[in-house]
């Protein structure tokens, strides 16, 4: 250890006497510090703005933009700059025959000179160390542990880049040369995971030996066993090669016994890199304060009760316009996607069935291969994409063994369990398209326990769950693409139709009654009323003025506004209001809490205001009500809100006023607590009110769904994905003190290290 520690102390002494060591220090330092101050001004900022700042700590440090994943962006061209020179000096200068002749083995010549460059990586993550420090006293509840991840990753890199840029230098006598074959090999190991990966077993071997984001999940403050063990590999195979290399040069062996000492060496680690990605294999430790990058605890409560084993198969057809996601190329992306879930079930299994067939998402084949049949379609798409046609099942073929015609042919994943539970993941018309949390888990819930089945009254001409009128609730209860479709966050839905004998199932267990247009008859008011005096849950919408609804809501005690609500506004019909969800509605469901933070609207056009009229034993909770910074009033006169003003008339009954458009009410009964929630404005959840006509920044209709259904079935779905607000929320600087961090950061430290230096080297040179 002696002598490994000498050579590494004469190679710092011999690196930090020439220019390259200095340099690199000086710009790095120079670099790192304009990147920081850049990120403090600019969260600064918008605190002065009065912006809410969530995650202060990740979005300086360790968030995409953060000043750890820029510096793992630009390292790769700094390390061959320090390690060309390593072993290569050595080689040309002739000093190696001197180490060789010494009592010093050619292992410890290797590890001596990577020491210094372990003990250089080191100071240049102490550079780091000092935005460390500026940050924990400048941020409340600072979040050290995920930084420390971070600097865990970037030094691990450090470590990486110097092991090959050992090997390099150890091949040639040329530092110019040491270093571009650096580079050379970098950029090899960074393209490794799109290499052979159509091929099955390979494509797990090379995606693993990919060093191209590898500190992207550390850095995100999740240190994985994979990720660490990846990097020792890959130090320890670097070096051992270029061990070997030296023991080549004193031994003068063979060209077939040193090229099969070296496969050896690559072969054990691709083994054990295999070994070591293998999901069973892996652990985890979160460093954030959230555990943001862990599944939420009612996630992981749904995996705890997944006994037995779990298959998720990937059907792609080569024809659908999703075809990509899925590709032989793509499996290892794709894999990624469930990552989260395979790390609290590893024994899961994942498949890939390819298939073609007609989607219902394509209309570019068409257009191409006009009067081309299917088979004559998916031999021109694959030759298209150099795939071999025999790979595809045909449609009759995959017929046998799944009807994938319901999901349209598309992007599917069928999760199965060893009991014989199947459902469907899948994916969505918007701009993150892949399911989140809250989808895969009600997939996953929906298995282990009852989920909410939700009837939709028909009969009295009320709205249906199918079809594509603008007035209908099709895009919320049921449309498969749709994200936040009820069907997609773990519901089933279903028409319920009352007539004649027909029954109320025993299963529903919430009704939906929508703007009932005619009363019901006697039949089916009879099973109605049995219904709610049985305590089952409803959601009622309306429209003002509708005599029907009024007479059904009057049973609660709770009555209309007279007229509608107005809330006039620049260039927008005068009738189009903007809700907020109120103070008590936060604690009903998390969603309304966000939407409160984030300053979101629900928008409602020809919406009736709620009010109490008599108690009737419920307890009611104000939801959404109209935003008390505008004017509102219930007209009664104005019928033309294009053509006509509309202005308050006290004297016909008419009043300003913050009014409630959706109220929640619950009582006991029984043992259960019976809920209901009545909605001032049918319009606002149907296929076209999901837009509001209101041209102001923050309209969520669709949030009020998954909130009131979260609400009516007493937290079951949607899952609950919510986690901890952050706590680092503010940073303690001035615009003054700013400057000064801004000005000792990049001119007076880089300064002093040149100044020093110069200084250095001069006397040097004299000496």
């Given at each position: 250890m002696r002598r490994i520690y000498k050579i590494a102390k004469a190679e710092l002494f011999t690196l930090f006497y020439s220019p390259i060591a200095w340099m690199i220090l000086i710009v790095f330092t120079f670099q790192t510090g304009m990147m920081f101050a850049g990120r403090l001004q600019e969260i600064l900022r918008a605190q002065n703005m009065g912006f809410a700042n969530r995650f202060i700590t990740a979005n300086i440090f360790t968030g995409n933009l953060g000043l750890l994943s820029a510096v793992?962006?630009?390292?790769?061209?700094?390390?061959?700059?320090?390690?060309?020179?390593?072993?290569?000096r050595e080689l040309s200068s002739g000093s190696i025959k001197l180490l060789y002749s010494s009592p010093v083995t050619s292992s410890q010549i290797i590890r001596g000179k990577f020491l210094a460059m372990m003990i250089y990586s080191l100071i240049l993550t102490g550079v780091i160390m000092v935005y460390v420090i500026i940050g924990l006293c400048t941020i409340p509840n600072f979040d050290l542990p995920s930084v420390w991840s971070g600097l865990l990753a970037i030094y691990l890199l450090m470590c990486a880049y110097s092991a090959i840029g050992l090997f390099m230098s150890s091949l040639t006598s040329y530092q110019v040369v040491a270093a571009l074959g650096t580079l050379v090999l970098l950029a090899m190991l960074s393209y490794m995971n799109k290499v052979w990966q159509d091929i099955s077993f390979v494509r797990d071997i090379t995606y693993w030996l990919s060093i191209s984001g590898r500190c992207n999940e550390m850095v995100y403050g999740l240190i994985c066993s994979e990720d660490v063990l990846y990097f020792l590999i890959v130090i320890c195979m670097f070096l051992t090669l270029s061990i070997q290399k030296l023991q080549a040069n004193r031994t003068h062996s063979s060209f077939a016994v040193v090229w099969g000492k070296y496969l050896v060496v690559v072969l054990a680690a691709m083994m054990l890199g295999y070994v070591t990605s293998r999901p069973i294999f892996m652990a985890y430790y979160d460093t954030t304060e959230t555990k943001r990058n862990t599944l939420t605890p009612k996630s992981q409560q749904v995996m705890a009760k997944l006994d037995g084993g779990l298959t998720i198969t990937t059907y792609v057809n080569l024809l659908d316009r999703e075809y990509y996601n899925g590709a032989p190329t793509q499996v290892n992306e794709d894999k990624q996607r469930l990552k989260q879930y395979i790390r609290f079930k590893p024994e899961t299994k994942l498949k890939y069935v390819y298939y073609y067939d007609k989607p219902s998402n394509n209309p570019r084949l068409d257009f191409v291969y006009k009067n081309k049949s299917l088979a004559e379609m998916a031999k021109k798409e694959a030759e298209l994409h150099d795939l071999d046609i025999n790979l595809f099942l045909t449609p009759e073929q995959i017929k046998k063994q799944i009807n994938l015609t319901d999901e349209g042919n598309t992007f599917v994943r069928l999760v199965e369990r060893e009991n014989g539970q199947k459902a469907f993941l899948r994916i969505y018309d918007d701009m993150m398209k892949f399911p989140d949390e809250a989808e895969v888990t009600a997939v996953f819930k929906r298995m282990v326990m009852k989920l909410p089945r939700i009837g939709f009254l028909q009969g009295q001409g009320e709205r249906k769950i199918e079809g594509e009128r603008n007035k209908d609730y099709t895009l919320f209860s049921s449309v498969k693409t749709f994200r936040y479709a009820l069907t997609n966050q773990g519901c089933d839905v279903e028409n319920l139709d009352l007539t004649g004998d027909k029954q109320i199932p025993k299963e529903v267990d919430i009704i939906v009654i929508a703007d009932m247009q005619q009363a019901m008859d006697s039949v089916t008011k009879k099973k109605i009323d049995t219904y709610i005096a049985n305590g089952g849950n409803l959601v009622v919408t309306l429209k003002p003025g509708s005599a029907v609804m009024e007479s059904f809501i009057n049973q609660f005690g709770v009555k209309?506004?007279?007229?509608?609500?107005?809330?006039p506004k620049q260039d927008i019909a005068a009738n189009a209001v903007m809700c907020v969800p109120t103070a008590a509605a936060k604690e009903l469901a998390e969603v309304y809490r966000m939407m409160l933070e984030q300053r979101r609207y629900v928008g409602m056009v020809k919406a009736a205001g709620l009010e109490l009229a008599e108690n009737k034993?419920?307890?009611?909770?104000?939801?959404?009500?109209?935003?008390d910074t505008m004017k509102t009033w219930n007209e009664l006169q104005t019928i033309d809100f294009v053509n006509d003003s509309a202005t308050v008339d006290v004297a016909s009954g008419e009043r300003v006023d913050s009014f409630v458009t959706a109220m929640a009410l619950s009582r006991n009964v029984g043992s259960k607590e019976q809920r209901i929630m009545i909605v001032g404005d049918a319009d606002c959840i149907s296929n076209a009110g999901m837009k509001p006509?209101?041209?102001y920044y923050g309209a969520s209709n669709f949030s009020l769904i998954p909130g009131m259904f979260h609400w009516l079935s007493y937290g079951t779905v949607p899952v609950d994905v919510s986690r901890p607000s952050s706590s680092d929320n503010e940073i303690k600087l001035t615009k003054e003190s700013l400057k000064v961090v801004r000005y000792g950061l990049m001119w007076v430290i880089p300064g002093i290290l040149l100044i020093g230096s110069t200084i250095l080297l001069i006397r040097r040179k004299r000496k």
């Open positions: 793992q962006n630009y390292l790769y061209l700094y390390m061959p700059l320090l390690t060309m020179g390593l072993m290569s209309t506004v007279p007229g509608q609500l107005v809330q034993g419920f307890k009611a909770i104000p939801v959404l009500q109209t935003v006509p209101i041209k």
